[in-house]
């Protein structure tokens, strides 16, 4: 757990330095039965911007699994317990996530 939380702080800061837009957090951790603990969101402002926000993180961290890197819209990053969601603003508003 404890590196979960020394992670998911990395993962903001990063975001957040480089200009990620409605940085939001949705915990999971107290759910029974949940797959992962915590969801991070964040959209960019252009399709370079999620990929320069997606470059920034990978290099501070180490992903497992990485999608979405191809067309920029929509990049996931997964740490196992922690996925990371980079989207445009659009696709964020159209697939409504946050509320999840």
């Known amino acids: 757990m404890r590196h979960?939380?020394?992670?998911?702080?990395?993962i903001i800061d990063v975001i957040y330095i480089n200009d990620g837009e409605e940085i939001t957090l949705l915990n999971f951790y107290n759910q029974q039965n949940r797959i992962y603990d915590y969801f991070?969101?964040?959209?960019?402002k252009s399709k370079k911007h999620v990929a320069y926000i997606y470059q920034h993180l990978k290099l501070k961290t180490n992903p497992k699994h990485v999608e979405g890197i191809e067309t920029s819209?929509?990049?996931?990053?997964?740490?196992?317990?922690?996925i990371v969601h980079i989207l445009l603003k659009e696709r964020r508003v159209y697939y409504n996530i946050d509320n999840i």
């Open 4 to 10: 979960n939380l020394f992670l998911l702080k990395d």
């Open 40 to 44: 991070v969101i964040c959209h960019g």
């Open 73 to 82: 819209t929509w990049i996931l990053m997964d740490y196992i317990n922690i």
